[in-house]
């Protein structure tokens, strides 16, 4: 084994004297293969930044194409409603079809009657029902909770009106009413609540429970006094999420709260709205009830609007923080 390694070496050292290899080979190479794989990895770098820029550019593209419709169709509304917004306009009870005077203010009125009482409706019972999905998390009765929650969201509007309308309006138990379309309104509303009281109720740390337990505090208290106000700030606003989602609702209430051409505050009676305003006035041949359309359009994704706003405030300002 020897021989063959001291015959390799001296006919290294033979091609070095005679000049056939370089002494300085070894190392060259070795440099151009060091450079030549510096500039592969340079190259995959450029390649990966080019990819990066091509996905931000795509993901940019999509919320621009999410962003403008919004823009277009709150710089329509406010083309052609805000014209015609006036003091007479938002305060005279009423306005006839067609008519260029009188005013929507009976339909405002209606549209917060609704709101109002739907709230009172949803509110403790979400509230409740989320606390109980949160402390039940493995339950039986959660699953099938949840489960009914997720179909009762994708449950069409006009067909919640619809089933509301056979349950108290033509079983003649109340009739068409602000109630009754408040009560198809709750529908709507229900699983929003329920579903931000539960993830709100989740993200409260379990030593604030176990501290009121040593203090000797029941349970019921610990979740009215500890529990609830820890997480009022979500609950909060999920409570106005709520409100949004129902506020400009159209279908449930052609079944329910049927309109009303006189001013009402009586819940057991039919009362008009916003959105049935919207879609009758639209639904007129004449071009004076379009703008009416066009007006009322205006005034209730105003009110949406500050409603959002809100929820965003109370959500920055109160945000949980364990």
């Known amino acids: ?168 309006v033509q079983s003649k138990i109340i009739g068409y009413s602000a109630f009754v379309g408040a009560v198809a309104l709750s529908f709507m509303m229900l699983p929003v609540i329920i579903k931000n009281t539960e993830e709100t109720i989740k993200l409260i740390p379990e030593t604030y429970k176990e501290a009121s337990f040593a203090l000797g505090v029941p349970y019921y208290r610990t979740i009215l006094m500890v529990i609830i106000p820890a997480g009022l700030s979500g609950i909060t606003t999920g409570i106005l999420l709520g409100i949004s989602r129902i506020a400009g609702e159209t279908a449930p209430l052609l079944f329910t709260a049927y309109g009303n051409n006189f001013f009402s505050t009586n819940l057991f009676k039919p009362i008009n709205s916003l959105p049935q305003i919207i879609y009758n006035y639209s639904m007129d041949s004449s071009p004076n009830s379009h703008i009416t359309a066009w007006g009322a359009s205006f005034i209730l994704v105003s009110i949406i609007l500050i409603i959002n706003i809100i929820s965003k405030v109370v959500v920055r300002r109160w945000k949980i923080k364990f």
């Open 1 to 168: 084994m020897w021989r063959v390694k001291s015959g390799v070496k001296r006919l290294f050292n033979s091609t070095l004297h005679t000049g056939a290899v370089k002494p300085r080979t070894h190392s060259t190479l070795i440099k151009g293969f060091f450079m030549k794989n510096n500039l592969l990895q340079i190259k995959k770098v450029r390649i990966e930044k080019i990819k990066n820029m091509l996905f931000t550019f795509i993901v940019f593209l999509f919320s621009i194409s999410i962003i403008v419709p919004l823009f277009l169709i709150i710089f329509m509304i406010i083309k052609n409603g805000i014209s015609i917004i006036d003091f007479d306009f938002i305060f005279k009870p009423k306005r006839l079809l067609g008519a260029t005077t009188g005013g929507i203010g009976k339909d405002i009125i209606g549209t917060f009657i609704l709101i109002i009482t739907t709230t009172i409706l949803t509110t403790p019972l979400g509230m409740m029902v989320g606390i109980y999905l949160s402390e039940n998390q493995k339950s039986r009765l959660s699953f099938l909770i949840q489960w009914s929650i997720d179909i009762l969201q994708g449950v069409p509007s006009i067909v919640i009106g619809l089933i509301v309308n056979i349950w108290l």
